[in-house]
T-cell receptor, first 111, second 116 residues
Framework: AQSVTQLDSQVPVFEEAPVELRCNYS??????LFWYVQYPNQGLQLLLK??????LVKGINGFEAEFNKSQTSFHLRKPSVHISDTAEYFC?????????FGTGTRLQVTL | DTGVSQNPRHKITKRGQNVTFRCDPI?????LYWYRQTLGQGPEFLTY????????KSRLLSDRFSAERPKGSFSTLEIQRTEQGDSAMYLC??????????????FGPGTRLTVL
């Protein structure tokens, strides 16, 4: 069985400040890891994914994430956030088919 | 637009009625997934198809739920005798899977169901 824990339900941050959204996973098999973003009343958009290789993954909109196998973590980071980054962020894990999502982290960027 | 489309975008129904949602995946994608998302939660897996074959169903998918993908293209999700607890956003996703199983899933905008 696979599971994902997103430790922070909400993260408030000022514009141009750095941010880290935390994600821990558990799985009995090799996994693929993903971060998705969801804007209000929309579907999910892929930010980045880790399949294999380099543990530092770069995605769209300036986001990056680091896969840490020993800590079973896949934290999402951005060095300087913008107002438009306000959204819900979901970490997900998959084996070879379905995605298992965390409960999400609401990133609220203010001036 | 060549993305995943879902219809209708919103559905309001009375308890006990049947509803059907449609999902049109990206045309060359062989896998199609259904997820359900309730307020304040992440999406939860319901079922998925590879071509026309339904390969996995979640325990969340009660007997009142049925999904089809008859020709390996679009899919329908039907809920019979709706209950208020069925109120949620129903998301469809598709992917092009080869052998690794690591294909990116592309999501549609979802169908929001409200059961009165």
């Amino acid at each position: 069985a696979q599971s994902v824990t997103q430790l922070d339900s909400q993260v408030p941050v000022f514009e141009e400040a750095p941010v880290e959204l935390r994600c821990n996973y558990s799985s009995s098999v090799s996994v693929y890891l993903f971060w998705y973003v969801q804007y209000p009343n929309q579907g999910l958009q892929l930010l980045l994914k880790y399949l294999s290789g380099s543990t530092l993954v770069k995605g769209i909109n300036g986001f990056e994430a680091e896969f840490n196998k020993s800590q079973t973590s896949f934290h999402l980071r951005k060095p300087s956030v913008h107002i438009s980054d306000t959204a819900e962020y979901f970490c997900a894990v998959s084996g070879r088919s379905k995605l298992t999502f965390g409960t999400g982290t609401r990133l609220q960027v203010t001036l | 637009d060549t993305g995943v489309s879902q219809n209708p975008r919103h559905k309001i129904t009375k308890r006990g009625q049947n509803v059907t949602f449609r999902c049109d995946p990206i045309s060359e994608h062989n896998r199609l997934y259904w997820y359900r998302q309730t307020l304040g939660q992440g999406p939860e897996f319901l079922t998925y198809f590879q071509n026309e074959a339904q390969l996995e169903k979640s325990r969340l998918l009660s007997d009142r739920f049925s999904a089809e993908r008859p020709k390996g293209s679009f899919s329908t999700l039907e809920i019979q005798r709706t209950e208020q607890g069925d109120s949620a956003m129903y998301l469809c996703a598709s992917s092009l899977e080869k052998t690794s199983g690591s294909g990116e899933q592309f999501f549609g905008p979802g169908t929001r169901l409200t059961v009165l």
